[in-house]
């Protein structure tokens, strides 16, 4: 039994969740949402939206930072959640602006350990993912299904660690959805992430992209 247990959000209760970790765009994400706002809140330095179906988690960066906000939305009645972010490439035929659905994600975090020490790797729950990959097909819109590994140091991704990486069969990366993955297989309820690629990481050098502001509207909007 853990000593401090996370506290329910008054009228924050909804059954989904949709977890926006950053904003790159200038308020192009928060503006598919601002006219469905019903009630706002800050959250650990994050900020938390009502809507009428879901509440939107915005703005919370990394593993720990993710999880503790999504602790408490789990007590407050969440049994899904929806990832909609950004990640790097690994590989370069997946391009920058290719969009991914996680099927996988592998720990690099430090927190997914804490609630499952032995294991390194955590799956999307099928029922969740194959409700977005069936709105993303019934909308025409091309997707990739991929094994992304989540980590806490995007500064020290090394041409050694990349080598390693891509010889586990992982093709992206970011800093959430494995720890949020964990989190989901020990509440037992259900998470997927469905992310842009926004830069690929090569063994000598990195390429950033730049706007994807027409793929954030067209894929975002599905599903806010």
Same mark, same amino acid.
């Given at each position: 039994?853990?000593?401090?247990?996370?506290?329910?959000?008054?009228?924050?209760?909804?059954?989904?969740?949709?977890?926006?970790?950053?904003?790159?765009?200038?308020?192009?994400?928060?503006?598919?949402?601002?006219?469905?706002?019903? !009630?706002?809140?800050?959250?650990?330095? @994050? #900020?938390?939206?009502?809507?009428?179906? +879901?509440?939107? $988690?915005?703005?919370? %960066?990394?593993?720990?930072?993710?999880?503790?906000?999504?602790?408490?939305?789990?007590?407050?009645?969440?049994?899904?959640?929806?990832?909609?972010?950004?990640?790097?490439?690994?590989?370069?035929?997946?391009?920058?602006?290719?969009?991914?659905?996680?099927?996988?994600?592998?720990?690099?975090?430090?927190?997914?350990?804490?609630?499952?020490?032995?294991?390194?790797?955590? !799956?999307?729950?099928?029922?969740?993912? @194959? #409700?977005?990959?069936?709105?993303?097909? +019934?909308?025409? $819109?091309?997707?990739? %299904?991929?094994?992304?590994?989540?980590?806490?140091?995007?500064?020290?991704?090394?041409?050694?660690?990349?080598?390693?990486?891509?010889?586990?069969?992982?093709?992206?990366?970011?800093?959430?959805?494995?720890?949020?993955?964990?989190?989901?297989?020990?509440?037992?309820?259900?998470?997927?992430?469905?992310?842009?690629?926004?830069?690929?990481?090569?063994?000598?050098?990195?390429?950033?992209?730049?706007?994807?502001?027409?793929?954030?509207?067209?894929?975002?909007?599905?599903?806010?």
């Amino acid at each position: 039994m853990t000593i401090i247990k996370p506290q329910p959000i008054k009228d924050f209760k909804r059954d989904r969740t949709v977890f926006i970790p950053y904003e790159p765009y200038k308020g192009v994400i928060q503006n598919l949402f601002k006219n469905k706002i019903i !009630k706002s809140s800050s959250l650990y330095n @994050s #900020e938390i939206f009502l809507l009428s179906d +879901k509440v939107i $988690l915005f703005k919370s %960066i990394g593993a720990s930072q993710s999880v503790m906000c999504l602790e408490r939305l789990i007590a407050s009645g969440t049994k899904e959640i929806i990832i909609l972010g950004f990640c790097g490439s690994l590989k370069e035929n997946i391009r920058i602006g290719s969009v991914v659905l996680a099927y996988e994600a592998y720990s690099q975090e430090g927190t997914s350990k804490h609630y499952f020490p032995n294991e390194t790797s955590f !799956k999307a729950r099928e029922k969740l993912f @194959s #409700e977005v990959k069936n709105t993303l097909e +019934k909308n025409n $819109l091309p997707y990739l %299904i991929t094994k992304i590994v989540s980590t806490d140091a995007p500064f020290r991704e090394t041409s050694e660690w990349l080598n390693e990486m891509i010889n586990l069969g992982i093709e992206c990366v970011d800093m959430e959805t494995s720890a949020v993955y964990a989190l989901a297989q020990f509440h037992k309820i259900s998470a997927v992430s469905l992310m842009i690629v926004s830069d690929i990481l090569k063994k000598d050098n990195w390429i950033s992209g730049s706007s994807y502001t027409e793929k954030v509207i067209k894929y975002f909007s599905l599903f806010i």
